[in-house]
Nanobody, 121 residues
Framework: QVQLVESGGGLVQPGGSLRLSCAASGFTFSTYAMSWYRQAPGKERELVSH????????SYADSVKGRFTISRDNAKHTVYLQMATLEPEDTAVYYCHARGMYGGATGQRYWGQGTQVTVSS
């Protein structure tokens, strides 16, 4: 059974930091590219950051570039999103996403259940 379980969300003051984690199980984690998306109230879900299956390539939305860092530990089947200098505009539900990149799993997509991040004083 495939699972993506996010954790680490919460309430933080502007300028603060959080680290989100996404623990994966039920599929070959090292062959999947991983991403973080977010969805704020009344807005569409947007891509925040992406990391390749081996971790050698990353990308970020312009709005978080220089403040957020994505990383992964394939031995622990976990992807992280380190968020710094948080702003109220970062308030959203953050979702973990996996996409298969090789063989029969190519294009297979999975979503986590989301974790709430609220930036407020």
């Amino acid at each position: 059974q495939v699972q993506l379980v996010e954790s680490g969300g919460g309430l933080v003051q502007p300028g603060g930091s959080l680290r989100l984690s996404c623990a994966a199980s039920g599929f070959t984690f090292s062959t999947y590219a991983m991403s973080w998306y977010r969805q704020a109230p009344g807005k569409e879900r947007e891509l925040v950051s992406h990391i390749s299956s081996a971790g050698g390539s990353t990308s970020y939305a312009d709005s978080v570039k220089g403040r957020f860092t994505i990383s992964r530990d394939n031995a622990k089947h976990t992807v992280y999103l380190q968020m710094a200098t948080l702003e109220p505009e970062d308030t959203a539900v953050y979702y973990c996403h996996a996409r298969g990149m090789y063989g029969g799993a190519t294009g297979q997509r999975y979503w986590g259940q989301g974790t709430q991040v609220t930036v407020s004083s």
